[in-house]
Each structure stands twice: as C-alpha cells, then as structure tokens.
C-alpha cells in the first residue's frame, strides 16, 4: 500500500502546481525510473476499484479528525518528512514533492550584496520580500533556516504532524510552578514554523484582524500610523474573501492574494454553536467586521480546501523574478553591525555546513519572528545590557529586547460527552487513499478541515475590566474534541502535539472512549499576566530561555476569566440546540485535581493549570513604541533604536494583546512595512 501510494502521489505531483519547471523535468525523470511500476501499481489500483466515502445527510463525507496512523497518507508522513527519517537515497527521492526555489536566471550562488536581506521566510518576510521585489530595481535576499513546504503540508487536517517534524522549531518554555502541570516535564511546547512560509506552513489557519480598539489603543501610545482605520488598509490590500457575501463588505476585500473562506466541511455542531449564541445574546457576525461582536462560522486561509501559506501566495508566483533570490535552509547566526556608526550592514549565515555574509547596502530586516527576532538581536549585541554581559556578548545598544512576551493560552479540556453517533469529527474511518484524491480532486473532504474549528464566538465576561465593548475570551468552536484522535490504534496527534503525558490524559479523558462529543476552548485574549525572552548563551545553536508567566497576575484576574468562560460555555451547551444532542459535561479527573469538589472555580483553576496549552501567539518581544516607551525596541516606523538600517518587521513589533490569532496581523505589518520602507529609501 506504501508503494501505491508513493506512486500515485508521483503521479498527481506531475498535475501540482506547487512545483517548478525544474520539478517537473525531475519528476518526469523520477516517473522514467518507475514507469513500469507505476504502470502496474495504478493498473491494481483500477482493478481494486477506490473505496469513495459515503455521504450523510447534510452531504458531508465520513468524518475524519485526524487520518488513521495506519493509513498511508500518516505512514508517508512519517516516512518523508518525519524529523529523524533518514531515506535510503542520500538525495531524498522524494524532495521533489517540495516546492523549490532555485536562484533565478541559473544563477550557482547568490550575490554578496543586495539591497535589502531579509531575515526569515515566514508570513511577514515571505509577504514583504514579494512587495519590496515588486520594483525590480530594488534586489533582496530572503533566507529562511527551513525547507520549502511539500505537497502534504497544503492539508489542513494534518497540521498537528507537522507541528512535530522538522518544519517546526521545537521550542519549550521554561518549567513554571503552577502551570503547565499535565504536559511533558511539565513544560509548555511552542512550537514555530521552520519553513518557506513560517509558522503559515503549520498553523490552523484561523484568520482574524483583532477589534479596532485593540489597534487604536496601540496607536494611542504613541504608534502613529497604526490606528485600526490605518491599518484596515493594509489588511484589505492583501485580502481575497470569498465568504458568501461578507466579502462585499468595505471592510472586506476581494483583489488581494491571501484567500480567505469558510471551512468547506463542517458537523451540526456549528449551527448548534451559532443559535445556542444567539439565545445568550450573541449574534452571528462577521467577526473581522468593526462592528462584529459576536459568534461567527471561522474563515480560514485555505482555498477549496488547500492550505494558502504565505508562501504560496506571496512567494511561489514571483520565484523568477531576477530581483528575488531565496535561500532555503540558510540560518542567520549573526547581524554585521559597525560598532562605530551603528550601522547594521550585513548578517552572517550557515549552509550545507559552511559560513557565509552578506552585505544590505540598505537595510537589514528580521522577520524571524517573535522568539528568533530578538534572539539575533541579542546575539548580535542588541539587548539589555546586563544579560549580554552575563553570556559574554559585547554590548553594541542597550535596549529592552525580550523583556516584553505576551502569549494566548487556552484551555481544551471543557468536553461534553454527546448521545447522538455520527456527528462529531472522529479519527474512526481512517483515511486512505480514496480520501485524498478526493481531497485532491475537489478539497471538500474531512481533510479540508483545520483540526475539526469551526466556529468563533468572542465575549466579554462579567470579570473584565475594560470599559469599552472588548472580548476578553475567544471560544473556539470545535467540531469534536481532543479526544477525537484516540480510537484504538488511533494516532492520538493532538495530544501529543499538546505534549500533554499520557498517564493526566488517560486518567481525565480515557472514559470517554470514541463517544461523540463537542468543545468550546477558551481563549485569554488580554492576559494581565506576561514574560520574557532571554539567551541561554551566545551560542547561535542553543534555543533561548523563554518563560511565559502564565496565571501570575497578582490580583487572579487571569483565572477568574477562565472560570467565567467555563461558566459561559457551560450555559451554551445547556441551551436547546446542545441539548438536542444531549450535550453533557464530562467529568474529567486531574491527578492534581483530586480533592477538589468537581465542577467548583477552584477544580477549573486547578483544570486549566494542569492543561494550559498556547496558541503559538508571542508578541512584543521586540516591542514597538515612541521613545518615550522605557519598554520599546524599535518606533513607530519599526526602525531599532540607536541602530541605522536595521529593522523589525514581524509580530515580535505589536506592543499590546489583540483578539486575534496573529498570522494575519504578521501578513499587515508586513504589507504595511512595505510602505514605510519604500517610502524611507525614495521608492
């Protein structure tokens, strides 16, 4: 079966247009070599006949959360991009199922100096590398420590894999007391995109703007230019909606490159999610409206059920162009900066083991992200300058970098055991091949779905403090639950892509089985609480230090939302629509819980600190802000302070939480960016 399907996915490669020119030749040439094989194997395949899903009632194919471990696709995961896979051909037979990003013209080796270097691929570099090119006079080298995406990585479904392989950094926050306490060595896993595409190649795809008091509060601090009308602009200059009518909206835009749509396969449970809003008092809305306080369907970044990567967007359809040049698998070690002028003029990098500079005539741009940005930084002699001190970096500008670390943490063990069968996402009809050529063919399968979200509802609980109309909780409506993963031989993906240990999973949830059921996660979305970011030496291999200060607000407002969100959540289920289902809360037993009386604030404090999981949302790490601000790191303009042509731009930069999931506020910064730079050098 392994066989077939590496042949078959041969196959559709040659009809990808994920690929190349250049990959096209070798995949024909790959196909030569096994003409006679592929011959055989797609002759059996007819023969056998394809086992085509069957459809329930609302025309939804079977359900699948997460493909069977024993199916080929998860089997061809492991064995082409799993992190220790080491293929028999040195060469990796299968690289050809990656984009590629040769060096334009037949260029052997990129230059020594361009205008721009641009450090890391990901959704902001990927988006500003494509804008600066756009006048092609102006070069820029864009170098990204990762591989280019492939081929499976574009379904939604499987992004929980990808999370642990080697597009992924495997980062962890430092153990914490009181947090954290049902995941491995009691550590928090974050990982970030090591990838062509960043963090946009594994993520679920959840595109939201934040509300415009999130980014009229960051401009009131002195940020001119970023006002939510200001930055509205550039979130729609991106866009392409296709969103059943929101997308005529003038707050919505349909001439961008990003597709933004509704998930194509969804469970009753979101209509149940939605009127179930509507009898507590939320309304469907367009969440991203500036007005759209309330419940809505999730709109994601995929188009007909492919996943739409800054890559693919912004990258893929300008890889020719002479003034572009992309360097996979190249990771920046160092900033070159003139310690007499201050002047960022170039960084240092390693490939294929060897050490390589390159001189900016313009700028150096980090676009590393918010844990690798001030890493460099840092390492660079850009930091705070009794920390450098400690490691042994001679200091080139004090300056407060890693001292901000704002996190979304959420809380996925509110379930709620089902007794209607057959509705909610589930991992028992495995998949084979029959699903992704479905998938492939028409992008409307359980594949499409980016781990089983579909909904959005924000609120605002009777604990926050804000004075205006802003949600301190995101729920996310899920069309299952983590446990949807766990049927015998299942592959158990997102609990381990949670690091959650076996033993606090099995003792709270393992009762449950393979029964239907349904979530609502809670989201924190303006933690009082936050961390910092520090080196753990001045070697460019070792991650840093990170801590996250989870629930250590002093005053427990942090909790007390989540005990309010659990409670809101509870009377969601309670209503008809729920109930129709016979929604019933499930009585999960923590080890660290015990002898707490259940469903009591004191059980759901002690739930959400044994299962406290992030969403991969750092920010502030190299804080935007005027110079008055003793905790910015770069100005309104994303310009370092006391550096010259030495910029920031990724969503390290944004200074205050926002109600948002932050791959689309990177992909606006980034095209607002642009604009600045453009602007700065006369162009």
């Not at 260029?107 to 804008?131: H, K, M």
């Not at 008092?281 to 007909?304: C, E, L, M, R, S």
């Not at 091949?433 to 499409?448: C, E, K, M, R, Y």
């Amino acid at each position: 079966m392994i066989i077939k399907l590496k042949t078959f996915i041969l196959f559709l490669s040659v009809f990808s247009s994920v690929f190349t020119e250049e990959a096209f030749v070798e995949t024909e040439n790959e196909l030569s070599d096994y003409e006679d094989l592929l011959s055989k194997t797609f002759s059996d395949e007819l023969q056998e006949g394809f086992d085509v899903p069957k459809q329930d009632n609302n025309g939804r194919n079977a359900k699948l959360l997460w493909p069977h471990p024993e199916s080929p696709i998860i089997d061809y995961v492991r064995k082409t991009v799993a992190k220790n896979h080491a293929p028999k051909n040195a060469e990796d037979l299968f690289n050809f199922l990656r984009d590629q990003f040769p060096l334009p013209g037949g260029l052997q080796a990129p230059f020594s100096e361009y205008d721009f270097v641009i450090v890391g691929a990901g959704s902001a570099g990927s988006t500003l590398a494509a804008r600066l090119t756009e006048n092609r006079n102006t070069t820029v080298l864009l170098l990204e420590a990762g591989k280019p995406e492939m081929i499976l990585t574009d379904i939604p479904a499987l992004a929980p894999y990808f999370q642990s392989t080697e597009y992924s950094w495997q980062y962890y926050m430092e153990r914490e007391e009181g947090v954290c306490m049902g995941m491995k060595n009691e550590r928090c896993f974050w990982p970030r995109g090591k990838a062509v595409g960043g963090t946009s190649v594994i993520n679920y795809m959840i595109y939201t703007r934040g509300r415009p008091q999130d980014w009229d509060r960051i401009a009131a601090d002195g940020n001119y230019g970023w006002s939510y009308n200001e930055v509205l602009e550039y979130y729609k200059k991106s866009e392409r909606a296709n969103l059943k009518g929101f997308e005529r909206n003038p707050y919505r835009s349909q001439e961008g490159e990003l597709p933004v749509e509704f998930v194509p396969v969804k469970t009753k449970l979101i209509k149940a999610f939605l009127e179930a809003g509507k009898i507590l008092g939320h309304p469907t809305v367009d969440y991203n409206a500036p007005d759209g306080f309330g419940f809505g369907k999730v709109q994601v970044t995929i188009n007909h059920g492919h996943r739409q990567s800054a890559a693919k967007v912004f990258l893929h359809p300008h890889k020719r162009r002479r003034n572009l040049h992309i360097l996979p698998q190249s990771t920046v070690t160092k900033i070159l900066i003139d310690p007499q002028t201050n002047t960022a003029f170039g960084v240092e990098y390693s490939r294929n083991g060897l050490t390589y500079t390159v001189r900016a005539r313009r700028e150096v741009i980090l676009s590393a992200g918010p844990i690798a940005s001030p890493q460099l930084l840092m390492l660079s002699g850009v930091g705070p300058k009794e920390h450098l001190s400690q490691v042994g970096i001679p200091l080139i500008k004090d300056l407060p970098v890693g001292k901000t670390l704002y996190d979304h943490i959420c809380f996925p063990g509110l379930i709620f055991e089902l007794n209607t069968t057959g509705v909610s996402f589930s991992e028992r009809e495995a998949t084979q091949i029959s699903s992704i050529v479905q998938w492939f063919h028409t992008g409307d399968n359980s594949l499409a779905s980016p781990g089983a979200v579909e909904g959005i509802g924000y609120i605002k609980t009777p604990v926050s403090d804000d004075p205006e109309l802003v949600p301190d909780i995101e729920l996310i409506s899920i069309g299952g639950s983590i446990i949807a993963d766990g049927s015998p031989g299942g592959s158990k993906a997102v609990r381990k892509g949670m690091r959650i240990k076996s033993k606090v999973f099995d003792e709270a949830f393992g009762s449950l089985g393979t029964k239907d059921t349904w979530s609502a996660i809670p989201l924190l979305l303006h933690p009082k609480s936050y961390g910092f970011l520090e080196l753990k030496d001045k070697n460019p291999g070792s991650h840093p230090r990170m801590r996250g200060n989870y629930l250590s607000d002093a005053y427990g407002q942090d909790v007390a939302a989540f005990v309010a969100a659990v409670r809101h959540v509870q009377a969601l289920a309670a209503t008809a629509p729920f109930q129709r289902f016979g929604a019933k809360l499930h009585r999960a037993q923590y080890p660290a819980c015990r002898e707490l009386p259940f469903d009591s604030d004191a059980y759901w404090e002690c739930a959400v600190r044994t299962l406290t999981a992030t969403l991969h949302h750092q920010i502030a790490t190299c804080r935007m802000g005027p110079a008055s601000d003793p905790r910015a790191v770069v100005d309104p303009r994303l310009r370092v302070y006391g550096l010259r042509n030495l910029r920031v731009v990724d969503s390290s930069i944004i200074s205050r939480t926002i109600s948002a999931h932050i791959n689309a506020p990177a992909i606006m910064i980034a095209e607002k960016a642009a604009d600045m730079i453009k602007e700065d050098w006369g162009r």
